[in-house]
């Protein structure tokens, strides 16, 4: 295990749910991310958090809410999506971002959107 | 516009043999490129790192090569077995808010 756990593993939602994916890390990191992994497509960064404070949004779309209240915790609310955000969603965790330090992956939550 | 590229996208290989996976960067500000492993219905997990100082990293039966000149780097997998069978990402990343750039991914069998 890497220390970063993600819940739920599994979810299926309609388009006109509302629903929220928990990462926690148990590494003393001071950085979390959230990545989208999709068939035959790189793995995208979406959101970076530093010391709880956002600082990227990789120009994602308004369905995707994330939320960092400490920084062992990361949300990612998700409401109104479409077909296509249905991938796996992982969460990821550094030390901090200040310089090329490792990242850490949880488990992913496997998504799939109907 | 894919700032690291990746190949093979699939490749088998017998066991005992050595499976090449290759990757190109284009910004020269990358200074870090790991490798990751990933399993099935698992996340991606780091199996060995380099910077751009080193031309060769080691770590028991993975070794990275680095050519800065070139932009490339690739990872060797000595004595490979047939647990070795995963998908492999290269990454890179220049630190900040960046996060790590991956690549497309080398879906590797290796077979008995």
């Known amino acids: 295990e890497t220390g970063v756990t993600q819940t739920p593993r599994h979810l299926v939602m309609g388009m006109t749910n509302k629903k929220s994916l928990k990462c926690e890390q148990h590494?003393?990191?001071?950085?979390m991310y959230w990545y989208k992994q999709s068939a035959k497509k790189p793995l995208e960064l979406m959101f970076v958090?530093?010391?709880?404070?956002?600082?990227e949004n990789n120009s994602v779309p308004s369905r995707f809410s994330p939320e960092c209240p400490n920084s062992s915790h990361l949300f990612l609310h998700l409401h109104t999506l479409q077909p296509e955000d249905s991938a796996l969603y992982l969460c990821a965790s550094s030390q901090d971002i200040s310089g090329s330090y490792e990242q850490y992956f949880g488990p992913g939550t496997r998504l799939t959107v109907t | 516009q894919q700032q690291v590229k990746q190949s093979p996208q699939s490749l088998i290989v017998q066991k005992g043999g050595i499976p090449i996976i290759n990757c190109a960067y284009e910004n020269t500000a990358f200074d870090y490129f790991p490798w990751y492993q990933q399993f099935p219905g698992k996340g991606p997990a780091l199996l060995i790192a380099i910077r751009p100082d080193v031309s060769e990293k080691k770590e028991g039966r993975f070794t990275i090569s680095f050519n800065k000149s070139a932009k490339q780097f690739s990872l060797h997998i000595m004595d490979s077995q047939p647990g070795d069978s995963a998908t492999y990402f290269c990454a890179a990343s220049k630190g900040g808010a960046d996060g790590l750039t991956f690549g497309k991914g080398t879906h590797l069998i290796i077979q008995p």
């Open positions: 958090y530093n010391f709880k404070e956002q600082t």
């Open positions: 590494l003393g990191h001071n950085a």
